[in-house]
């Protein structure tokens, strides 16, 4: 059984910075590419930022220059840091990776951290 789990989430005034971490937990599983999308009420699950294997990295333009990820392969674990916090950024926010598990690969999400931006 593998699962993602997220932390780090909170209430942060704008301007401040917070960061979230993703570790997945298990036994024989591969995991390539890791990454953070976000749900804000009434709107639909948004991409906010993926990292590849190799170290390639993707954003969403409303993040780039303030989001950064970045993960540790020997843990398992991604991270996003993100700074100069917008009340737009408020949202739920779900770690995702597809899982390799012997031949079969599935794409797993963790169960969501909020993050509220408000003053």
């Known amino acids: 059984q593998v699962r993602l789990v997220e932390s780090g989430g909170g209430l942060v005034q704008p301007g401040n910075s917070l960061r979230l971490s993703c570790a997945a937990s298990?036994?024989?599983?591969?995991?390539?590419?890791m990454g953070w999308f976000r749900q804000a009420p009434g709107k639909e699950r948004e991409l906010v930022a993926y990292i590849y294997t190799g170290g390639n990295t993707k954003y969403a333009d409303s993040v780039k220059g303030r989001f950064t990820i970045f993960r540790d392969n020997a843990k398992n674990t991604v991270y996003l840091q993100m700074i100069s916090l917008k009340p737009e950024d408020t949202a739920v926010y779900y770690c995702n990776a597809p899982v390799t598990i012997g031949t079969m690969t599935k794409l797993y999400w963790g169960q969501g951290t909020q993050v509220t931006v408000s003053s």
């Open positions: 298990g036994s024989g599983f591969s995991i390539n590419a």
